[in-house]
Nanobody, 115 residues
Framework: VQLQASGGGLAQAGGSLRLSCVAS????????MNWYRQAPGKQRELVAT???????ITADSVKGRFTISRDNAKNTVYLQMNSLKAEDTAVYYC??????????WGQGTQVTVSS
């Protein structure tokens, strides 16, 4: 399984970015798809989840600003990030889970928000 994340970069506070993560070489049905982030000196935190049934769940810290979605036909999960803040600066990681709960991680993509 390979997970390829893209869409990170530099944005100004109040701006937007859209992250994508494509899962390839999968021989199993993907269940939950998740976005995590890790800021320098901090623990990795869960930002958003979209369940296998398409139910989105976002962390309180990004609720109302970030939206997670998925395209099952493309094995892709998206994270639309609006009204970005400096504290959103982090490396963002995607992962997917199969029906047995095994987790696969992608490489991170850097998001930097300038104030």
């Amino acid at each position: 399984v390979q997970l390829q994340a893209s869409g990170g970069g530099l944005a100004q506070a109040g701006g937007s970015l859209r992250l994508s993560c494509v899962a390839s070489r999968t021989s199993f049905q993907i269940n939950d798809m998740n976005w995590y982030r890790q800021a320098p000196g901090k623990q990795r935190e869960l930002v958003a989840t979209i369940t296998g049934g398409g139910i989105p769940i976002t962390a309180d810290s990004v609720k109302g600003r970030f939206t997670i979605s998925r395209d099952n036909a493309k094995n892709t999960v998206y994270l639309q990030m609006n009204s970005l803040k400096a504290e959103d600066t982090a490396v963002y990681y995607c992962n997917v889970q199969n029906l047995q709960g095994r987790v696969y991680w992608g490489q991170g993509t850097q998001v930097t928000v300038s104030s």
